[in-house]
């Protein structure tokens, strides 16, 4: 058993991204487009902020400066790779607005696509479209110098179809349009049309996905005496006609819920957001879970879960906080200096948390770490496989690291080789009666 330094952590936390749901807690993220470029899981978000100071009053909705991207590395870690664009940079843009809501990417060919809204300088619309291009789905992109002629919006949600043929959705007042694109992406072919026989009440947020030849046209739904719930129609044409489905998501006391949808590793995602940082409603959160069709082509309704999707593996850290199932303990926003996020705290005796579907490789891992605070003298955590009595594989002794806030890391080898893909169920044991035994942030499986 050994006691890595705090300091060590700190800088190995900041780096490796926090994985399930929110996605990611080192900065607020919004209006997430998930996307599958060459088999790999992309993820472009717009990013909420605090106002500057002294503009706290310009900035009643939303404080947006521009837009990261992450991908998806690993079983479950997602890194951030910075920005992609800030605000002050948008060609055509009115400076310092903060506008830069909801966007999209997307490949055509071997190019990548990336669309976002901000506010024209020229005046001529609260918001207009724009769009960069770039070989890379990272960029840098090229930016176009002038805003794509005709379109007055927001929420850009690209499809592009299996013969080629590319469409730009889009939001405008309380209704949502379409338009085709020409062959170079940068153009509409054809004036949008409003997208019609949709039930009424305010829509933003469009997103279109194929599947199984069917065209499903999502949307966010705000209704007066609901909030913001996430619609769906389908159709046999991208550009309609569509026949309303119903929801696949009710409202979740978000504020907004901007979404997308994806295919990757042959499960259905559910990408959207909601503020569990911040508790308050314009500095959002991405997070993501599994989504389920039924047999006719419908979809159940998507219930938000703090696990989220992924699986993590070897060198991605396990929030366990962000449990399947928790017996006897709580879970709080974590204290002390730590990065953004939650922990497993109020731990008594035989009290057990469980996170489904961990995989530990073929014989892989060989060592377990944990992060973890404790207030008390002495006491024990147990990790087992699947049940509380399950196989043991990890046994971590912990006593007094300073207070309930003063986090330490310690790591044990496994007890055994482990194969395949497990549930992890951590138990808790006192051994001198105390009443709450550690505060448990992580655990990390490593090599
Ligand atoms: O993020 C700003 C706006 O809020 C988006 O454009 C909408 O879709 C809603 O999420």
Redesign the pocket.
């Known amino acids: 058993m050994k006691r890595v330094s705090s300091v060590i952590l700190l800088i190995l936390v900041t780096q490796i991204l926090l994985a399930q749901n929110p996605l990611v807690t080192h900065i607020f993220t919004?209006?997430p487009t998930a996307r599958v470029f060459d088999g790999k899981l992309y993820v472009y978000p717009?990013s909420d902020t605090y106002p500057p100071a002294g503009r706290e009053a310009e900035f009643p909705r939303?404080c947006?400066p521009g837009y990261h991207a992450f991908s998806l590395e690993n079983g479950s870690t997602w890194k951030d790779h910075g920005w992609i664009l800030k605000e002050n940079d948008v060609p055509w843009g009115e400076k310092d607005t903060y506008a830069m809501?909801?966007p999209d990417c997307i490949k055509k060919g071997d190019k990548y696509y990336y669309y976002y809204p901000a506010q024209p300088a020229d005046g001529s619309a609260f918001r207009r479209i724009g769009v960069g291009v770039s070989d890379n789905p990272l960029g840098p992109f090229e930016w176009e110098k002038v805003y794509i002629k005709g379109v007055t919006g927001?929420?850009p949600g690209l499809f592009v179809d299996d013969d080629g043929k590319a469409y730009l959705f889009f939001g405008g007042g309380k209704e949502l349009f379409v338009a085709p694109l020409k062959d170079n992406m940068k153009e509409i072919a054809a004036e949008p049309k409003k997208v019609e026989h949709l039930p009424a009440g305010y829509k933003?947020?469009s997103f279109m996905f194929k599947r199984d030849s069917l065209y499903y046209f999502t949307f966010?739904h705000v209704f007066a005496d609901e909030g913001y719930t996430i619609a769906y129609a389908t159709g046999d044409n991208p550009m309609g006609p569509f026949t309303y489905r119903g929801k696949m998501m009710d409202n979740i006391e978000n504020g907004?819920n901007?979404h997308s949808i994806v295919e990757y590793q042959d499960k259905w995602i559910l990408f959207y957001h909601s503020w569990d940082i911040s508790g308050y409603s314009k500095l959002r959160s991405m997070r993501a879970d599994y989504i389920n069709f039924k047999s006719d082509g419908t979809m159940s309704k998507v219930i938000p879960t703090m696990r989220g999707i992924g699986v993590p593996t070897v060198g991605d850290t396990i929030q366990i906080d962000r449990y399947n199932e928790i017996s006897g303990a709580q879970t709080a926003f974590v204290s002390g200096d730590e990065p953004n996020g939650w922990m497993v705290c109020e731990t008594r005796m035989m009290s057990s948390v469980r996170f489904n579907k961990v995989d530990f490789g073929e014989g892989k891992a060989k060592k377990m770490k944990a992060r973890f605070a404790c207030g008390q003298r002495k006491g024990t955590f147990e990790v087992r496989l699947n049940h509380a009595k399950g196989e043991m594989v990890a046994e971590f002794p912990v006593s007094y690291t300073g207070g309930w806030s003063k986090w330490e890391t310690i790591e044990t080898e496994l007890l055994k080789d482990v194969e395949g893909i497990h549930d992890l169920v951590v138990v808790f044991k006192a051994d001198w009666g105390s009443t709450k035994i550690i505060n448990l942030n992580w655990l990390l499986l490593e090599e």
């Open positions: 919004a209006d717009s939303f947006m809501w909801a927001i929420d933003e947020g966010a907004t901007h």
